[in-house]
Structure formats: C-alpha cells, structure tokens
C-alpha cells in the first residue's frame, strides 16, 4: 500500500482512495482500487472500456446507485464518503461527466448560478454584475460565444458543446479537485485543443485533478504528472507520463497479459 | 385505535375557522329554497335575480353529478353540510396565533405584505386595498370602465349586465354552474367601453372582501368593441382559510375586435373541492385567452373554454396545473369554433408529485360547414417519482375541408440521473427538483405578469421542498 504511511494526516491536501470495493446490482466493478491524488497534480487513469472507470467517477460524487461495500474516500482528510452529492460538490469536488445531463427549460446562466449561489453563506446574495463579469470571463477563455449561455443546458448540444459546458462549469466554479471522466471524447482537435487550454490554465497549486481517458491523445496536450492504468476494477500498474506512451504503443493487452498471468496460474 | 382515530381529526382541524354559534345572520347548513330565498332577502335581490336562482336550483337537483366521466371522488361531496352563504356581519374569527406555523413562513417565503397575510389567513375580514389602489381605479373610472362587484353590477347596471349574464355559460351547463347560479355571491362586474385599452391589469384585489373569498364567486367581463383588458384573480398565497367546496362561474364576452386576457393564480389547501366553469365568447377580430395555473386542492376541475362566434375571433388557454401528494387536478380546455378563420391554441403542462394525479381533458370542435378553422393543442406532463399518475383525453372533432389541427402530448420524468447532474454541481436535491420543474413551465410561467410569475417559482420551490423532505 503506498499511501498507508500518509493518509492518517489530516493536514494533508490530498484525495486518497483506499481499497475501494463498489457494486452495483450484487455485481463487484471496482475491486479494491486505491489512489491518490494531491492537490497541485493531474493524474490520468487510463483503460479499456468497461473497466470502471465511469463507475470510478459517480462513486466519488456520490451516485446513489452504486454500494461501497468497502474502503475509504477521504479529501483532506475528510471522509466524504458519507456525504451527499451537493455537500461533496460544495466542499470542492466537481466531475465533468461522460455524459452530461439534459436540463430543458434551464438555462446556462441560471443554473450556474444556482450552482454558485449554493456555494455562498446562507443569507448572502449573489451578486448579479460579478457573476456575469464571472462567467464571461471564463467563457473567453473557452472561446465560447455569449449565447451560449441563454441556451437550455446540454439540450440539443453537440457532443463537443456539452464537453466544453463541463470544463466551463468547472472553470467558474473552482474546485478543489476536479474529475474530468471521457472529456477528449468526441472533441475534434480544434475542440480538444481549446478545452486542454480551458484545463491547463485551472491547473495550479490548489487543483488537484484525475483525468480519465482511454486514448493517450489527451495526454498531449494535458500533460500529466502520473498515470494509472485501470483494469477490471483496479489500478494495475502506474507510473510517470511515458507509460501513456507504452500503452499507446502496446495496448492493454500488454497490462492485461502481464496481470492475467498470475490469476492463470 | 380509537386514539389514533381522535388525533387524526385533530389534525384535520388545524387551521380551521371556528365560526360562531349563532346562525342568525347567515343561512345555515345545507340547501333548500328557503336558504335561496334567505340569501336573495340579505342581497336584496331584484325579482328576476331571485327568480333566476330559483330556477337554478331546481336545474341543480335534477342535474346528475358528472361522475360517468369524472373523479368518483365528487361522491365525497356532502351538499347537506355546506354553508352557502355567510353575510357580512358575521365573519369567521381566528387570531393570528392560531395561524398554524407552515402558512406563515409560507406567507414569509413568498414576500407577501404584512396586511394582506392577516386577511388571507383570515385574522381580518378586509383588507383595505384602497388607498393602494386607488389611483387606477381613479384612472380606468375616468375611461368610463365600470369595475364593481357583481352584486353591484347587477342592480347598477342592468341594462348591460342582464344582456350576457348567464349567456356564456347556461345555468343547465353542468351540475355545479347550475348550483353557483343558485346561490352566487362576490366576484367582479367589469364593462370595458368601445375601444377603451385598459393599461394596467386589473386585479381581484382592488375591492377584495369576505364575500370575494366566498365559494361561489360569479365574474361576468364584458369589453365592447376594439377595447382591451386584463384581469387577475387570485393568488399564490395558500388559501386555507375557507370552505370545502368552491365553484366559481366566470363568464367573459369579447365584442368585435376586443381583447381580453384572463390570468388566475390559485393555490388551495388540500381538503378544497375546486369545481369551476369558465367561458368566453368571442366576436368576430376578438381575442379571449385564458392563463390559468392552478396548485393544490384535493379535486380541481376546471376547462376554460372560448366559443369563438365571430369570423377570425381567437381562443388560447395556457394552463399549468401542479398536483401534490393526493391530490388531483383534472383540467383542460374547451375550444368551440363556431366561424370560419377561428384559430385557437391550448398549451398545457400538469406536473404531478408522489400520489399527484393530473389529467387533461381537451375539447375541440369544428363543424363541418366552417373553413380555414385552426387548432393547435400541447399537452406536457412532468411525473416526479414513480406513484405520481397521468392521464390525456382528447376530444378532437374537426370536420370540413381547411381546417387543420395539430396535437402533440409528451409525458417526461425528472430522471434521477439529472438530479444527481444538478447535485453534482452544489444544489440541494430540492433546489434541483425545484429548477426541474421550473425549467419544465418556464415558457408558460414568462406570460405571467412579472409579480405572478416570481411568486410562482417561489412557491414551485416551497413544493419541492417539501415533496423531498
Ligand atoms: N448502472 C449500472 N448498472 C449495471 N451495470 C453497470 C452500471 N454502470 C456500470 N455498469 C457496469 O460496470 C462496468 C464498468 O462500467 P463503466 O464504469 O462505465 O466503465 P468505463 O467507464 O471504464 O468504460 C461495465 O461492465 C458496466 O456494464
Ligand atoms: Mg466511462
């Protein structure tokens, strides 16, 4: 275990994982996965489809349909495990979803608001000109057109406008640690280099980030500090930038065949 | 057992009125021609006033209920121990103390005015709306726009009241216009002169009193030619001071090329049978639209309709109907198209909560000899969790070559996957549920004037809120 000697600090800040087992309708997706994730660091999770890794995502925000049977979650030593979905999000959590929701008849600017105010003292209004000087702001940087922000949330938008919406959403609300599940999917390079940018200009000392991806593509662009490679349910194997570049080259047989061996045997 | 039994009739009590002993001064429980006579003796009735509902109430008894096609739950209706008319002197007396605590803070949430709070909640009989109001009053007087109570209007003003009173909608239309025309009392008598565009809406609230709140409210609003008017009535205030039953009768006629819109905002408490009948009558160029959002109450059933008469006269009813825990609301639209080149247009959207049970019923009728008649009919249902139940009931009749109809119905959850989405980003299940919900209306809720339509997401949130727990 790397991080046994670490997480008991509570002054750490860090996202640990430990050892953490999830279901969902009695079947075992992840199967002891432990990670952690400082602040200041992008880490990649990289695997084939199917291994978790969405599952991965809605567990640490807090999806009430999958069971932690067991582990821990902790951020900054806190555990967040028995926390609801909106209390994790306030103390900092954000994840960009694979497959961002609808919302009809909400629009952008409304619901980003909503979201922000929820995240101010009770009693204490949101100021209407900072927001907007806010969020214009932020959408400059993700070279998004001020309409976009009278539209419906994610209703009837490309597969690209609804990423660009996760990184913009993440951009203005400024967490702590940010998941981002599949976000290069269905971008094209024009797109996937101005969301890189939206992400590389949020990095900084007090974001920590857990990138997950199965094309190495991304890694160009968002370069990351270390890469985990998840298999059915568990990180098998880990190291710097330049495995995503092995995997790239050998496939995830290559990890496959090189865990599946033991099991074989 | 019999201890729960006795704690849930407390429960029931909360928040009534406790009205005094003495029947001296109003009529009584049930109903008879005697009680007839008694409340047209205390308004002092002309003759054909108190003819008329004679000949109502009779119509009435022989009027089955409408049970074959609707809610059997109108069985539960005990018309023995209602009380049709209170008078003035008498007035239901509970302090502000008793009030119970979940209506004033919903009073608080909702930012009504202090005054108005005591009379809602019936701590006060009046309240004083004059000195307000009574600058556009003044104003809309000296257009010559007649703006009185129907009691009023029709001792007034019976040259122009008796020519459609009654008109619009027949005593014998259905059981329950047939009882309000029996014993009616409060509601408004507007006369709108020829081309006369009033500018500011006119509210229930300008000459609110006791009777206004009464159960069996009768509105009758006549703009003549090329003139304009709009109307509110009620409000989103929970209105949990009054009887089990209501049923209001409100009839609107449009002369050649007037406009009248009609906006009502009601949100009743959950013992509330709310049965209403609501027509317009439009001339040939003229525009009726009803906007009507209807919250709460154990039973609604409410079809606002346009009888559109004249050549190229315009129907429209926009309807958002939000049904809670056990309660049902049954509502709709008529359109009867009765010229050629009539259009008319229904959006409604019924949103249903846990045991919430909405319906729509939808009537559309062209006749065979009309031409270039449209319709355009949307019906959209929200469902928040599993129990809630929906129904759709077109009645389409479109006969004649032209004439083109267009219908279209979907029925939408709040799925959990979009509540978690909303959860992710920091907003309380509730705040989510209630940003559901109010994005669902939110096209309907914009063509409420602006007060109205802040009010309602407030209130679309106090329900949420408390649908989530
Ligand atoms: N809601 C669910 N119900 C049943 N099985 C699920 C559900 N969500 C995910 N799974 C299963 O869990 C496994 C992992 O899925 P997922 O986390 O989406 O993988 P990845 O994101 O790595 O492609 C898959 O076998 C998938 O079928
Ligand atoms: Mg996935």
Request: with cysteine; aromatic share 8%; proline share 4%.
């Amino acid at each position: 275990m790397a991080h046994s000697g670490l997480s008991f600090e509570s002054d750490m800040q860090e996202l640990i994982i430990q050892d953490l087992h999830v279901s969902i309708a009695d079947q075992e997706i992840i199967r002891g996965l432990s990670l952690s994730v400082p602040r200041g660091e992008v880490h990649a999770i990289m695997g084939p489809n199917g291994s978790g890794k969405s599952t991965l995502a809605k567990v640490l925000a807090g999806h009430p349909d999958y069971i932690v049977t067991a582990g821990s979650v902790t951020m900054d030593g806190e555990n967040i495990l028995e926390l609801e979905p909106d209390e994790r999000a306030r103390r900092g959590l954000f994840l960009a979803f694979q497959y961002p929701s609808e919302i009809p008849g909400v629009t952008i600017a409304n619901f980003l608001r909503a979201a922000v105010q929820s995240r101010m003292p009770e009693g204490e209004e949101l100021e209407a000109t900072d927001y907007y000087a806010q969020l214009y702001k932020k959408m400059d940087l993700l070279e998004m057109d001020r309409s976009f922000t009278s539209r419906s949330v994610n209703e009837g938008f490309s597969g690209g406008e609804k990423k660009r919406n996760e990184i913009l959403q993440m951009a203005l609300l400024e967490p702590k640690y940010a998941v981002l599940d599949e976000t290069d999917s269905g971008l094209d390079i024009d797109a996937l280099k101005v969301v890189s940018k939206g992400v590389n200009s949020l990095r900084g000392p007090d974001l920590g980030v857990l990138l997950i991806t199965h094309y190495q593509r991304l890694l160009n662009y968002i370069v990351p500090d270390r890469v985990h490679v998840m298999v059915r349910g568990r990180i098998e194997m880990s190291g710097g930038k330049d495995l995503a570049l092995q995997l790239e080259e050998k496939g995830y047989d290559w990890v496959k065949d090189d865990i599946d061996e033991p099991t074989l045997a | 057992m019999v201890q729960e039994n006795k704690s849930l009739e407390i429960e029931r009590n909360i928040g009534d009125f406790a009205y005094p002993e003495t029947h001296t001064h109003d009529a009584g429980i049930g109903l008879t021609e005697k009680t007839i006579h008694y409340i047209s003796d205390v308004k002092q009735d002309p003759d054909w006033v108190r003819e008329f509902r004679l000949k109502a109430y009779r119509t009435f008894l022989s009027k089955p209920m409408p049970t074959h096609w609707a809610s059997r739950d109108l069985e539960a209706i005990v018309f023995d121990n209602i009380r049709y008319y209170l008078s003035g002197g008498i007035q239901p007396k509970r302090t502000w103390e008793e009030v119970p605590d979940d209506v004033k803070r919903t009073f608080e949430r909702l930012g009504i005015p202090e005054q108005e709070r005591k009379f809602l909640a019936g701590v006060e009989a009046q309240f004083d709306s004059e000195a307000v109001y009574s600058n556009i009053k003044k104003a809309v007087g000296e257009q010559g726009v007649i703006f009185v109570g129907s009691a009023d209007g029709l001792k007034e003003h019976p040259e122009i009241f008796r020519k459609w009173f009654g008109k619009v909608i027949p005593t014998g239309d259905n059981k329950f216009s047939a009882l309000n025309s029996a014993v009616f009392s409060g509601g408004s008598f507007i006369y709108v002169p020829p081309g006369v565009k009033v500018k500011h809406p006119l509210q229930a609230y300008f000459r609110i009193n006791a009777e206004n709140f009464g159960q069996f409210e009768r509105t009758l609003i006549i703009c003549d030619e090329g003139s304009e008017l709009t109307y509110m009535e009620g409000c989103t205030a929970p209105k949990f001071n009054t009887a089990t039953l209501h049923s209001a009768v409100v009839e609107l006629v449009a002369m050649k090329g007037a406009k009248i819109q009609y906006i009502t905002v009601q949100n009743w408490s959950n013992n509330v049978f709310n049965l209403v009948t609501k027509r317009g009558l439009a001339h040939e160029e003229a525009e009726v639209k009803w906007i009507d959002c209807n919250i709460g109450s154990r039973l609604t059933m409410k079809y606002p309709g346009v009888v559109m008469k004249g050549r190229k006269a315009r129907g429209e009813v926009i309807s958002i109907a939000l049904a809670g825990d056990g309660q049902h609301q049954d509502t709709g639209a008529k359109m009867v198209h009765a010229a050629d080149e009539t259009t008319s247009n229904i959006i409604s959207k019924s949103i249903s909560i846990g045991t919430g049970r909405a319906t729509y019923r939808g009537l559309v009728h062209v006749p065979k000899h009309l031409k270039n008649c449209k319709n355009n009919t949307e019906c959209d249902a929200l469902l928040i969790n599993s129990h809630s139940r929906t129904d759709t009931y077109p009645a389409i009749t479109v006969r004649g070559t032209g004439n083109a109809v267009q219908h279209e119905a979907s029925v939408s959850q709040v799925s959990a996957e979009q509540i978690f989405y909303m959860q992710q980003r920091g907003l309380s299940k509730a705040q989510a549920m209630s940003l559901s919900v109010n994005g669902f209306v939110n096209d309907l809720v914009r063509q409420f004037p602006m007060e109205y339509s802040v009010e309602l997401k407030r209130l679309i949130e106090l329900e949420m809120e408390g649908s989530v727990g």
